[in-house]
Structure formats: structure tokens, C-alpha cells
């Protein structure tokens, strides 16, 4: 199962661009790259995927490497409600058919702390 | 829509005591898993559930049960609380079947203090 690699921690100047960095040196062809963040006392909250394109939607960007050994997660925008850890995780394979995003597994994360 | 609810959001307990901690989603999603969280250690799964009337162990399964009656319920049974076993849980749903990338849908926890 490929693991990711993540800073502990970054700070952002409210309204500057947040750039998350991910390490995923073993992930598989067929994996994908998920984010999601949990804001302090909240469960986790779904950000974006990613296969090999750079992806965007209403809350952010993915940008993979061509290598897909690595991927950032940008929030163009960074505001202080953005202050979450930020998580990214490769899904991991599943022994069942018909849907292979079952066995997440989360690791520490990234807090990101956006500054007034 | 209520989406994924925990109850309750806390409890305290004495080490030995037994308790079923509930999780119910109005989704229909087939799959429902449990993770703990603890201080500086992520989420760790627990256990999940591909649909009704199957479940299987995820990282640190001991000292917790689970069973999958029904689509909507998930709930998770300490047999007897241990000092370990507190910590903040949430329950996890998706649907895989409607797309392979169906992202997990969380709740809001439930936070366990075991004395």
C-alpha cells in the first residue's frame, strides 16, 4: 500500500495562495490521490482527487507529478476558516469488486494555520 | 439531509463497562467504517462494512465489535471499556457503486473518555 509523506505544519497570510505538498513515492498506477481536512473538533471533510490530471473544483486545486510520485493541493485564496489539518492519502486496493475506496487510511496530516 | 450522525457526541465511562456507540446514515451508501482518533496519531480504522451483513477488521480492530443489519446502521460495541480505548471516533460512509471515486462522508464524532 503506498504511504504518503507530509510536513507536520505550514502558516499562510490570509487571502495568499496555501500550498500543500504531498510524498507519494510508491504509489500504483491505479491509485488515486484523495485530500480532505478536518477542521478542530469536526469530522473530515472530502477536498478533491486526482489519477494523473490536475483537477480544481469549487475549493481546490490538484496538481500531480507527471511521475505521480508527488502532488500539491492549493487554496487559491487561503481565509482563516481554511486553519484545518489537511490530509492526503492514497487510496489503498480492496478485495472486493465494485469500488476499491474502502480501506482509506489517514495519517497526521498537515495543520495548516492561515495568519490574519 | 442528515447525512452521517453520531450519538451520542460524548460519553464517559468506567474501565469494564460496556457501551454501543450509534452511527446511522440516510444515504444509502453501502459502505460504513469506524476510525478513532488520537492526539499526534491520525485516524485509524477500526472496522468497515462493504454492505448489510458484512463487515471486516481494519488497523486496530481488538477490543471492539461491529455488525451491519441493516444499510442505514452501523453501530460499535466496546464489550469492556478499557483507559485505551479513549478517544475521539467518527463513523465513515460512501458509496462505491456510484462511482469508484464516491468520496467518504463523515460524522462528527463521538468523544469517549474511559476512567
Known amino acids: 500500500d503506498a504511504k504518503t509523506t507530509q510536513p507536520p505544519s505550514m502558516d499562510c497570510a490570509e487571502g495568499r495562495a496555501a500550498n500543500l505538498p504531498c510524498n507519494h513515492s510508491t504509489i500504483s498506477g491505479n491509485e488515486y490521490v484523495y485530500w480532505y481536512r478536518q477542521i478542530h473538533s469536526q469530522g473530515p471533510q472530502y477536498i478533491i482527487h486526482?489519477?494523473?490530471n490536475n483537477e480544481t473544483n469549487e475549493m481546490a486545486s490538484l496538481i500531480i507529478t507527471e511521475d505521480r510520485k508527488s502532488s500539491t493541493l492549493i487554496l487559491p485564496h487561503a481565509t482563516l476558516r481554511d486553519t484545518a489539518v489537511y490530509y492526503c492519502?492514497?487510496?489503498?486496493?480492496?478485495?472486493?469488486?465494485?469500488?476499491?475506496?474502502?480501506?482509506?487510511?489517514f495519517g497526521k496530516g498537515t495543520l495548516l494555520t492561515v495568519n490574519p | 439531509n442528515a447525512g452521517v450522525t453520531q450519538t451520542p457526541k460524548f460519553q464517559v465511562l468506567k474501565t469494564g463497562q460496556s457501551m454501543t456507540l450509534q452511527c446511522a446514515q440516510d444515504?444509502?451508501?453501502?459502505?460504513m467504517s469506524w476510525y478513532r482518533q488520537d492526539p499526534g496519531m491520525g485516524l485509524r480504522l477500526i472496522h468497515y462494512?462493504?454492505?448489510?451483513?458484512?463487515?471486516d477488521q481494519g488497523e486496530v480492530p481488538n477490543g471492539y465489535n461491529v455488525s451491519r443489519s441493516t444499510t442505514e446502521d452501523f453501530p460499535l460495541r466496546l464489550l469492556s471499556a478499557a483507559p485505551s480505548q479513549t478517544s475521539v471516533y467518527f463513523c465513515?460512509?460512501?458509496?462505491?457503486?456510484?462511482?469508484?471515486?464516491?468520496?467518504?462522508?463523515f460524522g462528527n464524532g463521538t468523544r469517549l473518555t474511559v476512567t
Open positions: 462494512s462493504v454492505g448489510a451483513g458484512i463487515t
Open positions: 444515504m444509502n451508501h453501502e459502505y
Open positions: 465513515a460512509s460512501s458509496s462505491p457503486q456510484r462511482g469508484e471515486n464516491s468520496p467518504l462522508h
Open positions: 492519502i492514497v487510496r489503498l486496493p480492496s478485495r472486493y469488486s465494485g469500488g476499491s475506496n474502502y480501506k482509506l487510511t
Open positions: 486526482g489519477l494523473k
